[in-house]
């Protein structure tokens, strides 16, 4: 089992930033890779960014390619996601997945069988 929690969310106006968290427990950190994904009202959650169990690798969403990041301290057993010029449309509630067996889709909701209970970002214009 693995536990994961959110926290950082918050408003923010349009153009401004904010870094969202997610803290690991009951499993080897180092051994997990970790997404980010979001959910806007009456819609789909949608993949935001993905970083291998060792921070080597990374991938985005094209959306936020250049805005978002994502790290991890693997001695802290978080995941971060640094959001930079924030747009109301980034407005949704941001979960971050644990991946332990990597198959392939690091975009789906299906490739990850850990969940968070989500932070809410709200961006005003």
């Known amino acids: 089992q693995v536990q994961l929690v959110e926290s950082g969310g918050g408003l923010v106006q349009a153009g401004g930033s904010l870094r969202l968290s997610c803290a690991a427990s009951?499993?080897?950190?180092?051994?997990?890779?970790m997404g980010w994904f979001r959910q806007a009202p009456g819609k789909e959650r949608e993949f935001v960014a993905r970083?291998?169990?060792?921070?080597?690798?990374?991938y985005y969403a094209d959306s936020m390619k250049g805005r978002f990041t994502i790290s991890r301290d693997n001695a802290k057993n978080t995941v971060y996601l640094q959001m930079n010029s924030l747009k109301p449309e980034d407005t949704a509630v941001y979960y971050c997945?644990?991946?332990?067996?990597?198959?392939?889709?690091?975009?789906?909701?299906?490739?990850?069988?850990?969940w968070g209970q989500g932070t809410q970002v709200t961006v005003s214009s």
């Open positions: 970083i291998s169990s060792n921070g080597a690798n990374t």
């Open positions: 997945a644990a991946d332990i067996f990597y198959s392939g889709s690091y975009y789906s909701t299906k490739e990850y069988e850990y």
């Open positions: 009951g499993r080897t950190f180092r051994d997990l890779a």
